[in-house]
């Protein structure tokens, strides 16, 4: 697909990141300050966003914007604008903050629970191994506060998409101290704990003191989960179990060139092929998203015959928001030509029906639609690994299959809405006051003709308990791949 980047993205952006900005004096902002940013960002979603009201009404926005404007005149402060920035189950939408913010509050003011914690299914588990807990203790409350009531604190601040409830344990896994620390308690310095060991009922309490920035970072490296850290290092990472006459691909971000991405495809399906290997394992568990046209090519080397790659955008407006206040990926603001060239760009491959832009042919130029095999194609058994950090374009992949029934897929629900994704062209608004970054798409991405609007990821046949990952990691063992190759291929 041939796209323009003037002030678009293909892909997602949903962590919380810095910016470049000109000094900000972040203690000189006042409550009129946080509260023009709010009002802003409110207006610029309502006309921009494609469907800000798919997941909640229009009242229970207004609603949230109400308490959202109550709690900043209580509280007029840069975390607490953060914080009550109400959600849409956009899980694309993020906001990133100015490095003053970095420096007043991540490295200086706030304060850090001392140990990395993977959650599963509304449970918390030490996931490092440390001095402090035993590796693998479950937490059952910290300073009084409950497992459930430490997550359900956490998820109302956590962009998910629509219902999924995956997308956001996963980031709170990714990122739990910092996630504490932003939206349960900012400023603590103790820790009081309950916990139970590894194989143990005995519940038992200590008090930990809490880590500044630089000791976090360095124990949050040491985390035992996920395992194949090496993997997610790169774009696509491949490598062979012979033993078991299989072979896994690592596919961390479909935001590739085609000419790069046919490359590494190509050269482990003629591995797969040359060494006759029976099985094949894709690892989509970090990835994304990027371009739907990159996730087809990948199924073209596993399907047996033709197949449709249909998916399309559509947008509310073609017409920019606020366009004073667009900025690029690096902070700076883009021309009025710029603007005005994108809109103009916009305007030829967007045509209105019924109420809404929908991408044409020359939108979708250089998308195969009935797609071929590839003359390298896969014909064994196909495996998907997918966690809530699998969006969009991968999203895409896994239907493909599991549509078509050509693979077993492993692991959690997707991040990422089964038909219809806010992704493809994204903007970033620089809020004037406070700086942050407001960035979301535009479109709305959906997969095949006109699917039906749905409120699941897409849901893998086998799902590993609770129990079951826990073993594996106890063994420092990578939980879905190691099922798939003990449990579901059969060795030579």
Known sequence: MKIMYYILAVGL??????????????????????????????????????????????????????QTIKNIKNKPEYLEFLNNIPKISDGHLSVSTPDEFNIAYIKEKLSYFPIPLILLENRLFVNVKC????????????????????????????????????GIEDQISDDFVSSYSYYVEPYVKTFDIEYKEPLSQ?????????????????????????????????????????????????????????????????DFFKRVNKESYKNVIIDLRNNKGGNPQIAAILYSFITKSNFENKFNFKAKTITLAHPEFVVGDNGARVSE?????????????????????????????????????????????????????TYSAAVYFAKLVQDNKRGTLVGKETGGNANNTFAGYFLNYKLPKTRAILRFSFTDLYFGENPPKINTGIIPEISLTTDQRINYLAKEKDPEINYILEKLIIKK
């Open 131 to 166: 001095e402090e807990v035993p590796f693998l203790s479950e937490i059952i409350s910290i300073n009084g506060r409950t497992t459930l009531n430490i997550i359900t604190q956490m998820s109302r601040h956590i962009q998910g998409e629509g219902a999924i409830k995956t």
């Open 202 to 266: 005995e519940h038992k309490k200590t008090t930990l003191n809490a880590s500044d920035y630089y000791k976090i970072y360095y124990k949050s490296s040491q985390k035992a989960s996920p395992i194949n850290r090496a993997e997610i290092n790169n774009f696509i990472d491949y490598q062979f179990y012979k033993k078991e006459l299989t072979g896994k691909l690592t596919v961390n971000t479909f935001e590739l060139s085609e000419q790069m991405a046919y490359q590494n495809f190509s």
């Open 337 to 389: 030509s710029e603007i005005r060239d994108y809109e103009n760009f916009l305007y030829q491959r967007f045509n209105l029906k019924d109420g809404m832009y929908i991408g044409n042919e020359r939108l979708k130029e250089g998308v195969t639609e009935n797609f071929p095999a590839d003359k390298d194609t896969f014909s064994g058994n196909v495996f998907i690994v997918t966690s809530g950090n």
């Open 13 to 66: 952006g949903l962590s919380l990141g810095t910016v470049n900005a000109q000094k900000l004096e972040i203690e000189k902002l006042t409550k009129e300050d946080y509260l023009s940013d709010l009002q802003l960002m409110k207006e610029i979603i309502e006309t921009q966003h494609p469907d800000p009201f798919r997941f909640q009404s229009k009242q229970q926005w207004e609603n949230n914007f109400a």
